[in-house]
């Protein structure tokens, strides 16, 4: 089968190859076998093959295949599974080696694609969705109980745009932070109700602070990171937590720097790494609401773009370039 591999951590314009690798091992009881035909490229895709900060750069004695989500059509069953069947059109996290043809995957990671959701919206049902999942578990945890406004920067990702759909159907006061005035103008109109603040104009912070209605954030949703975190710690109010879940950004902030000792902050991780550690029962909840935001509305699901496999370096390039809105897609011929 065709896969992308690398064999060392590094940056994957640099490290990813396109090539021949044995197909994975027929499913065995409680298995299934996936043709995968569409894989998004997310942020944690690129950051897993640059490998993650603090962490060691490996080299791999089996080349590594990237990806854990994606969808494409059963092809063979193993013993003991019951609702899935060759044919069937699936989604499947988290599954490591998306990024190749084939997949084997436990049956229970593998969920039937509803009738009505398109192919593309089906690669981008479940991380996203999952993400969302975790980021409002987390802000209801930050609240106790006591709902204030909630910040969120990069507000114009995928993920982003997930949250303030969440946040206008749920009532949660929720600024936007985007990088630049395109991103903020594109984000308005999209979300008229909700504000979005570009960091690039001179006085954001006051503009936040107005936006909380001079209160600061209760919570602040972070994916950006690195230089920006004292700045977001910043807008909290004393009590209030910042959650980080990415790290888009570059350089880094002490924490010693936080002042979070005495202005009782609280810093916490969230990664949907921790998902499996849901029950089957709640984690069937979260794929059954994953799909019915798929259906319901796929134009939370935006492609940026379609690209073969063969054309990896491309799509890493598209993934990498500023002002893009959407995912960009890895795709496989049917047959
Ligand atoms: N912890 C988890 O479990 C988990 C799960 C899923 C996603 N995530 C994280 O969630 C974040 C969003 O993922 P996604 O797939 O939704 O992203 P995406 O659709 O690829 O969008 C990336 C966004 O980040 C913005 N951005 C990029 N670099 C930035 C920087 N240095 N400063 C400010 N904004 C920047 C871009 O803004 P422009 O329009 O200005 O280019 C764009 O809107 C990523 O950090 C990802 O790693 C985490």
């Known amino acids: 089968m065709r896969a992308i591999t690398h064999d060392r951590h590094g940056d994957a314009g640099q490290v990813l190859r396109l090539g021949e690798r044995p197909a994975p091992a027929a499913p065995t009881a409680g298995q299934v076998r996936v043709r995968v035909l569409s894989r998004p ?5 690129l950051a897993g093959v640059q490998g993650f900060p603090g962490g060691p750069a490996q080299r791999f004695t089996t080349p590594r295949i990237p990806g854990v989500e994606g969808t494409g059509v059963i092809e063979s069953v193993g013993e003991r599974v019951q609702d899935l069947r060759p044919g069937q059109r699936v989604a499947f996290f988290p599954v490591p080696g998306a990024w190749g043809e084939l997949v084997t995957a436990p049956a229970d990671l593998v969920v039937p694609v509803p009738e009505g959701v398109s192919d593309e919206t089906a690669a981008l049902m479940l991380v996203n969705p999952l993400t969302l999942l975790t980021l409002l ?20 990702s995928s993920v982003g745009k997930l949250v303030s759909a969440a946040a206008l159907k749920h009532g949660i006061p929720l600024v936007n932070l985007v990088r630049g005035a395109t991103g903020a103008q594109a984000l308005r109109q999209r979300f008229p109700g909700l504000a979005t603040i570009s960091t690039a104009d001179a006085d954001w912070r006051t503009q936040v602070q107005d936006a909380t209605g001079g209160r600061g954030a209760q919570v602040v949703l972070d994916a950006v990171g690195g230089s920006l975190t004292g700045e977001l710690a910043a807008l909290l109010a004393d009590g209030g937590t910042l959650i980080t ?4 950004g570059s350089g880094s902030t002490p924490l ?11 810093v916490r991780g969230v990664s949907i790494g921790r998902w499996m550690t849901r029950t089957p029962e709640e984690r069937a909840e979260d ?10 509305t796929p134009e939370l699901f935006e492609v940026a773009a379609r690209h073969d496999l063969a054309d990896f370096a491309k799509a890493v390039d598209h993934v990498r370039r500023p002002g893009r809105s959407g995912t960009v897609l890895l795709t496989s011929p049917a047959s």
Not at 41 to 45: A, K, N
Request: no cysteine.
């Open 137 to 156: 578990r987390a802000v209801e945890d930050a609240q106790h109980g006591r709902a204030g406004p909630v910040v969120q920067t990069a507000a114009g």
């Open 245 to 248: 879940y990415g790290q888009l």
């Open 287 to 296: 794929v059954a609401f994953a799909a019915r935001l798929a259906l319901t």
């Open 41 to 45: 490229i997310h942020p944690g895709d």
């Open 256 to 266: 010693e720097s936080l002042a979070l000792t005495p202005r009782a902050l609280t």
